[in-house]
């Protein structure tokens, strides 16, 4: 998947006097692309096209209620430490930024943290000529979705886990989880964690 992908966002529960900060989309961002009050008066609401290549941009600000990153290199990279995390209440990113166990590890200091998104839980084969098309699944990433699912159900602040698509074993893995964590509920087969989590509506231009 490239990290330019033509996405395009739509608020819906973040408040219209809050003006996101946006940092661009394609995967040779630096920090240097950032706008230029981004680190000095850091924003509540962050909204990117894509994760750097290096993810130093997130372990530079601060006091960020939410976070909406679309996107993710080939590789799967770690999830950047730093005071952004302290204050986080919303989270919705690739599976590939929380494969790793490190990266898990570095996400319960987001103490705070209510609703994690969490997309690309499976691999979808390409499209054919039919854009509006159902894509049929290649792969599923069963192993870090169940990682996820058990920190989920450890970490006492979260009280929503939208998943998109898991194997039917993950599903009820998930179910239980949910019943072992009173206030925690945990989402399965959503279309659009980003909206789930952060309010955030992705839209494919193609899509109407």
Known sequence: ???????????????ATVAPVVVPGCHH?????????????????????????????????????TVCWLGYDKEPRRLPG?????????????CHFLSAAASLKTLSTARQLEQLGVADTCQLQGYGHD???????AF????????????ARQHASLQLLALGKVLPRTAARAAAAQRARPGLSIEVGVKDVYEAACGYECQWPWAG
């Not at 630096?30 to 008066?41: D, E, G, K, N, R």
């Not at 730093?82 to 690739?94: C, D, F, K």
């Not at 854009?131 to 699944?137: D, N, Q, T």
């Open 140 to 151: 599923y990433r069963d192993a870090p979705v169940r990682r996820i699912i058990e920190w």
């Open 131 to 137: 854009l509006h098309a159902p894509r049929e699944v």
């Open 29 to 65: 961002a630096s920090v240097s692309q950032l706008p230029p009050t981004a680190t000095t008066h850091p924003p509540q609401y962050l909204l990117s096209g894509g994760m750097p290549e290096t993810p130093a941009a997130l372990s530079l600000l601060r006091r960020l209620h």
């Open 82 to 94: 730093g005071p952004w995390l302290s204050s986080l209440r919303r989270l919705a990113l690739s």
């Open 1 to 15: 998947m490239s990290s330019c992908s033509p996405l395009l966002l739509s608020s819906r529960q973040v408040p």
